[in-house]
């Protein structure tokens, strides 16, 4: 049974999919099989991180419609254990969001991780049930005003085992005072990158960033 992670950004621009991709990078470098799904439709930021768009023939809502089948729609990518099924190119693709359980089903019977790169307004849609939540933030006020908000829906689902990642804060003890404080579930913090398609690109290599090699050990370890 494979380990369902959505990935939600508190605000735009926080690193939700460059951190989804690191750690399923991650985790595939571990040797756990992993797909990440790309749900932010009609941008396509996490597969034109891990694919190379001319590859790209067929989405999740090919798929989802039955206009392929799901084999045809997952892309391997360059790091061995490590695939991607692509949303749409265009926001106005619509699916029916009923059968994308099916949809899970299957691919919890292949991967052992299935990671969901989406926005919160899309992850409504989303049955969030036996699923893992990791929120993704920055140490801005207005992130953590709308991270307060946010966690208080969240966890307020005991199906659910709801973790926090803060992006670009040099200094970890700002945020382990603010979890504990507050009584969040904190996965870490990842301080500033100079480049983050640099070096998504070559995670994809195997060259794995230090602190998200860490951060995927605890992911993987983190089963409650």
């Known amino acids: ?64 419609d039955g206009g ?58 989303l049955d969030i049930s036996d699923s893992e939540i990791v929120v993704v933030s920055n140490f801005a006020r207005a992130s953590i005003n709308r991270l307060n908000k946010l966690l208080s829906i969240l966890i307020g689902n005991k199906n659910t085992v709801t973790r ?5 804060l040099k200094n970890e003890i700002f945020a382990t005072n603010f979890c504990e404080k507050n009584r969040i579930n904190m996965l870490g913090c990842v301080p500033p990158l100079k480049n983050v398609d640099t070096t998504v690109q070559n995670a994809l290599l195997g060259d794995i960033n230090e602190n998200i090699e860490v951060l995927a050990y605890k992911l993987l370890s983190q089963i409650d």
């Open 68 to 125: 392929c089948r799901l084999n045809q729609a997952v892309l391997s990518t360059l790091l061995p254990f490590l695939y991607c099924l692509p949303s749409a190119s265009f926001s106005q693709r619509q699916a029916e969001f009923s059968s994308f359980n099916k949809l899970l089903e299957k691919l919890n019977q292949t991967f052992d991780f299935v990671l969901v790169d989406t926005s919160w307004a899309f992850s409504n849609f």
């Open 164 to 168: 926090v990642l803060f992006n670009m």
């Open 1 to 64: 049974m494979a380990r369902q992670v959505i990935f939600v950004g508190i605000a735009p621009a926080v690193g939700t999919t460059s951190m989804c991709a690191l750690l399923a990078a991650g985790l595939a470098k571990l040797r756990k099989k992993v797909v990440v799904i790309d749900l932010c439709v009609g941008e396509r930021n996490i597969t034109s991180l891990l694919i190379r768009e001319e590859y790209v023939k067929h989405d999740i809502f090919d798929v989802l």
